[in-house]
Structures are given as C-alpha cells and as structure tokens.
C-alpha cells in the first residue's frame, strides 16, 4: 500500500522517518473528490476484510466474548451497517469535532451523513460532549443491555 500511496502522492505524504502523514494526505483528498475515491477504493476492501478476519477468529476461540466492537467512521456512508448486529453512534458538535481533530474537518463533513440521520438509524446514540466519566457510564450501560 504505501508503493501505491507513493506513486500516486509523492514523498510529501511520508514523515521525516517514513510513516505515512495521514494529515497530509487528507489535505489532498479531500480538497479533490477524485483524490478521495481513489483511496476509498484502496483503503475499504482491506480494512472490511481485516474486520471480518479479525472477527472471525474471535468466534472461533474456545470462549468467544460476547460482544465485539468496532469503529467504523464512514459506517454509514458506505453501507456497512448491515455487518453488524448493533450500532452506536457517538456524536459531538461540529466546533467539539474540530476541537478535537487533526484532519481538516470543513473538508470531511461535507460528505458525511448528517449525524441527526446518523441517530435515526443507530440501536444506541450518545453525544459527547461531557465528561469521561459521562462517557464510561453510557458505554458501560450499552454494554450491559447487549450482554443482557
């Protein structure tokens, strides 16, 4: 991947010490919606695959858990919603999310599911804008009602 990242991108998308600059190629990407397909179509089929093994061997270990989570931001968006059996939203304001990213945000939410609708679809809808304990409180009560 990082070859084809390279080749499409140049050296200016690698750190001093090789690593990729996520912060760099989202400055690219989602300045040009050509940009951003191109990695789409890279990065989607190895990080579905990647959950599906990942998965997969969780439920062949001889005490599989009972619960299983996984982060996908473009859920959504890219229709994967139908891999899972539950799903949690975790939302905050536009200024909290601009708080709290590196990556040019007036950029990325323009192609992102409004989080109202977002909500709509969702099993479990919490928004983050307080504490940590706030947080740990909701994650836990989600926990408990699946594990019921």
């Keep these: 991947m990082r070859a084809q990242l390279r080749e499409r991108f140049g050296d200016g998308v690698f750190d001093d010490i090789g690593q990729i600059d996520r912060g760099a190629i989202a400055r690219l990407v989602f300045a040009d ?19 599906l093994d990942w998965r997969e061997a969780l439920g062949r270990l001889p005490n599989p858990p009972q619960v299983a989570v996984t982060e996908v931001p473009l ?3 890219v229709g ?10 975790i939302t905050a304001s536009a200024e909290l999310r601009a708080e709290r990213s590196e990556a040019a945000g007036e950029l990325r ?8 609708e977002k909500a709509k679809r969702a ?12 947080l740990d409180s909701f994650v836990a009560d989600v926990m408990r009602k699946l594990t019921e």
Excluded: A, I
């Design 33 to 51: 919606r050509d940009q951003l397909d191109w990695l789409e179509q890279l990065l989607h089929p190895r990080v579905s695959q990647e959950y």
């Design 109 to 116: 939410e323009s192609r992102l599911l409004p989080d109202d």
């Design 123 to 134: 099993d479990f809808v919490y928004v983050n804008d307080g504490t940590l304990d706030e």
């Design 80 to 89: 994967g919603e139908e891999r899972f059996d539950k799903v949690v939203v």
């Design 75 to 77: 859920l959504y968006e």
